[in-house]
């Protein structure tokens, strides 16, 4: 095929899917759906990126950085990655963990990590739960699951102390910051 019609066919897959995609995504989770400040988080046990097994429990007495997102190596999910390495030594002077989790598995989160350099956790929700108990987890079809772009701050006690229903990859990671700092300026 000559590229015109190769351009052309790349178009009409490309609008179909978007097509496909809005009559057969999951409506998007409620409010309602996701724990709201002042109430406990979910409990989670689940595997990062060497396979080590993270709870929300080994926190305890610390902040949390708790942030969900679809696909690693993804353009937005690659920036926004970088963006919490990146002030990851700010976010550890306030006191605070990051943790990631995708619907990923333990090998394509290592290989993120390795390939991003993550100082952090990747936490590996294969059997959606954690992202379901979050109110993050979307599908396409009904076939395919990812979780939402969402992030959960974590106080000490192990209460959400706010929630990001809406993220955006560039700036989330200073954003969170900001408001740690407040948080932290408001307890003591």
């Known amino acids: 095929m000559n590229r015109p019609v190769l351009a052309a066919v790349r178009n009409w897959i490309c609008a179909l899917t978007i097509a496909l995609v809005g009559l057969g995504s999951t409506p998007p989770a409620r409010a309602a759906d996701s724990p709201q400040p002042g109430s406990p988080a979910p409990a989670f046990a689940l595997p990062d990126q060497s396979g080590v097994v993270r ?63 993550l100082p952090f956790p990747l936490l590996a929700d294969a059997s959606k739960d954690t992202a379901r108990q979050y109110g993050v987890l979307s599908g396409l079809l009904g076939m395919i699951n990812y979780s939402k772009r969402e992030t ?30 407040a948080l932290k300026a408001a307890t003591g």
């Open 55 to 117: 709870r929300l429990g080994d926190y305890k007495g610390q902040w949390v950085v708790l942030y969900f997102y679809p696909k690693d190596g993804t353009p937005g999910c690659t920036t926004e990655a970088c963006e919490f390495r990146d002030n990851i030594f700010a976010f550890r002077d306030l006191g605070a963990v990051v943790l990631g989790i995708s619907l990923d598995d333990v090998d394509s989160h290592a290989r993120f990590a390795k390939d991003q350099h």
């Open 152 to 181: 959960f701050l974590i106080d000490p006690k192990g209460r959400i102390a706010k929630h990001y229903a809406d993220v955006d990859p560039k700036s989330h990671s200073k954003t969170v910051l900001e408001d740690l700092k």
